[in-house]
Every structure is written in structure tokens, then in C-alpha cells.
């Protein structure tokens, strides 16, 4: 077997991109991406790289759930104390990326990242497994913790606290984020890295799409 890191490589076939298949609207589009990707095979094709910047100008990048798409944005949920929150508290600026590398393709966005609506937070959060409630109780998300004991015995004791019903109060420091999108790349996987790339990006109210090179 050949463990060599600079020996792996694929070469893209699958398919290919044109300007005729894009439609003007790049959410529209977006959503047909997507729609085609919840189509195939993938595991968690929600799953979306998100890099912010902090206030010295250091990136950090992270995964989470894309969990709705809006007309103007996408949107995902996290802990308002985390790292990835206080970035965004100095610098609303966002870049995301999907990969879905079965089907060849990637998506680039940048856009910025604003807070949504306590109701919009409180629907979803009380649409979540009362696991995942409790968990964003007990996590004190990027804070360091000395063992796992601490995130357990706060876990025991909020199933305890709540174990007569099955929607908890939202933790305050805990909602949505709706990334509204300034620039968007559709990438297609081709033969010999000649790809297909086209970018999305506003000029006043128009969307201008343009074929980049790979
Ligand atoms: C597949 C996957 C999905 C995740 N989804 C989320 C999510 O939706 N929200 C979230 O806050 N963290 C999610 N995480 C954890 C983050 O990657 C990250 O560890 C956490 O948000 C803390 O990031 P921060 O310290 O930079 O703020 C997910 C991780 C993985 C691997």
C-alpha cells in the first residue's frame, strides 16, 4: 500500500457546470444544490466549515449545522458565549464553506452574521431531542473545564431538575445566527483540476455571476 501523502490525488469526472444551469437567484440556487445533495448518499450534508476572525486578526474555523435556509441567508445555532460568538461580537463577518466531495462539489460563501429572533431561537431549540436541550445547559461551550465529570454532573442534575417535562426554558446564552450572503462560489469537481467555478456577488440590488478560473 502506498502511504505516500503527496501521491493522493482524484481526478473529478462526475459532472459539469454551466452558466445555463445557474439561475439568477443564488439562494434559488442554493437550494437546488442542496436539494440535489439531501438526494444522494452523503452523512450530514448540513455540515458547514464557518471561520471567523477575532479582534487581533486571528481566523478560526469550525463545523456546524446549516439548519434552515431563508430567503436571504442560512441560518445555525450555537452558544452566544462561545469563541465563534465573540469573534462575531467584534467582526460579523463570515465565510463558510461545504464540501460534498462524493458529488464533486464545494460551496464558498461570505456574508455576515447576525443574531435572529429569541422566538425563532426558542422554536427551534424546543424542536431538539431534550438531550440536546439539556446539553446546551451544561456546556459552557469553549470555556476550559478541568474534567468530564463537570459537563456529566451538570447533565445529571438538570435531568433531575427537569425530569417531569420535555421542554426546557432556552438558555439565554444560546440562539441562531443568520448568515446573510454577500458572495457565493458553486464549485464542480473536472478532469485534470481544469473545474468549474462560478461566484455569486452583489452590486446594489444585482447579483453578477461569473465563471473563475480554477
Ligand atoms: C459535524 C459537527 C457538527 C457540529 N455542529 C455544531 C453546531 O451546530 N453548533 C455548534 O455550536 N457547534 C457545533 N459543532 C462543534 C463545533 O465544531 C465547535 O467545536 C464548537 O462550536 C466550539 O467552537 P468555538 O470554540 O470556535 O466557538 C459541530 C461539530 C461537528 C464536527
Known amino acids: 500500500m502506498n502511504n505516500n501523502i503527496a501521491d493522493l490525488r482524484e481526478n473529478y469526472s ?38 471567523t476572525v477575532n479582534e487581533s486578526g486571528v481566523p478560526s474555523s469550525r463545523v456546524v449545522l446549516l439548519k434552515e435556509i ?8 450555537t452558544n452566544y458565549n462561545s469563541d465563534k460568538a465573540q469573534d462575531l461580537e467584534s467582526n ?10 462524493e458529488i464533486e462539489r464545494q460551496v464558498r460563501i461570505q456574508g455576515l452574521a447576525t443574531k435572529i429572533s429569541r422566538d425563532r431561537s426558542e422554536a427551534y431549540y424546543h424542536s431538539r431531542p431534550k438531550g440536546s436541550q439539556i446539553g446546551a445547559w451544561a456546556s459552557p461551550q ?5 474534567d468530564r465529570s463537570v459537563l456529566e454532573e451538570k447533565q445529571k442534575e438538570l435531568e433531575s431538575q427537569y425530569q417531569n417535562t420535555e421542554k426546557l426554558p432556552i438558555p439565554p446564552h444560546w440562539g441562531g445566527y443568520e448568515i446573510t450572503i454577500n458572495m457565493i462560489e458553486f464549485w ?27
Request: glycine residues 4%.
Open 142 to 146: 469553549s470555556q476550559i473545564i478541568s
Open 70 to 77: 431563508t430567503e436571504t441567508g442560512i441560518v445555525f445555532y
Open 14 to 51: 462526475k459532472a459539469k457546470l454551466d452558466r445555463s444551469a445557474l439561475v439568477d437567484d443564488p439562494i434559488l440556487q442554493f437550494k437546488a444544490w442542496f436539494d440535489n445533495v439531501l438526494s444522494s448518499k452523503i452523512i450530514e450534508p448540513n455540515a458547514m466549515t464557518i471561520s
Open 92 to 101: 460579523p463577518n463570515i465565510a463558510v464553506n461545504f464540501l460534498w466531495k
Open 188 to 214: 464542480q469537481g473536472r478532469p485534470s483540476r481544469l473545474h468549474d467555478r462560478f461566484r455569486y456577488r452583489k452590486e446594489g440590488d444585482v447579483w453578477i455571476v461569473e465563471r473563475v478560473a480554477p
